[in-house]
């Protein structure tokens, strides 16, 4: 699908951008990062409303975050999650092994360090999607090898 | 089950959704980035203006050789050739829609892109205190960019957009000249 590239490069720029304007120390507090979850937040928000629109009711928390890793992930990434675990107490870690965003950079290990910001978009669109079906969580994301990487979604109990 | 059956048909659609709402989001952060200088607000849009080509432009010229890839279209011969592809095959490809060219001047160095609904203000509403904000930028700085990757340099400007109140979104391009390439001294 060609518009596929449009978003990979504008998410790239988005990326650069918020890195190049950020003021001293902003940087290293996470304010960068923080911009970034904010983006994918309200994206999220907005797509989820968009793409439940005519589908039935979720059973239970389960079914959201099986939603989540089929529908959801196909539509913006073009695959499925690989892996969907949970400690069944609200703690749940979606591993994908060839993550759309990482692909173009190089597998070694000569970028891990700057694989967070690439993640921090995502993580906010899980959160922002989870937020409008009623859960309120935190998505944090971690890389151990490039491309794949495992995202680890803490359902906050109300 | 019906959450099974409208899978794919919509799809398609979704992603572009996607496109439309990360670029919302942008927008949006960019809004607030330069807000709180209440100083600077007139200066808003200006800021916003100039900061936005620079990011268009750089994705105007990865997206060239995308697009060079996909479409197998060969060398266009003249300026109204590269109308055709840009309004026919690259909107077309990537956003979805095909805008017509009119407008040409006399010497056949400028013409206009009319699009007729343009899916980046798909969810836009301009709020009163942003009425300057050109939303849409970013498409002037990709045209500007794909275009210089291959050899040409042009100016693209809006001169009409929906979003202002305007029937139809209009994109002005002017031709200014032909890049030669410049190899470094002693190279052949």
Redo the contacts between chains.
Sequence with gaps: MADEALFLLLHNEMVSGVYKSAEQGEVENGRCITKLENMGFRVGQGLIERFTKDTARFKDELDIMKFICKDFWTTVFKKQIDNLRTNHQGIYVLQDNKFRLLTQMSAGKQYLEHASKYLAFTCGLIRGGLSNLGIKSIVTAEVSSMPACKFQVMIQKL | ???QA??GT???K??????T??????V??LCK?YENDEDVNKQLDKILFS?FLP?GF??GV??IE?FLA?SNVGRCHDFRETADVIAKVAFK????ITPSITNWSPAGDEFSLILENNPLVD?VELPDNHSSLIYSNLLCGVLRGALEMVQMAVEAKFVQDTLKGDGVTEIRMRFIRRIEDNLPAGEE
């Design positions: 089950m019906s959450r409208n899978r919509e799809s398609k979704m992603s572009s959704e996607l496109f709402l990360t670029y919302g989001a942008l949006t952060q980035d900061n990011r750089n994705i990865r997206l995308d996909r490809m990537y956003l979805g969810f």
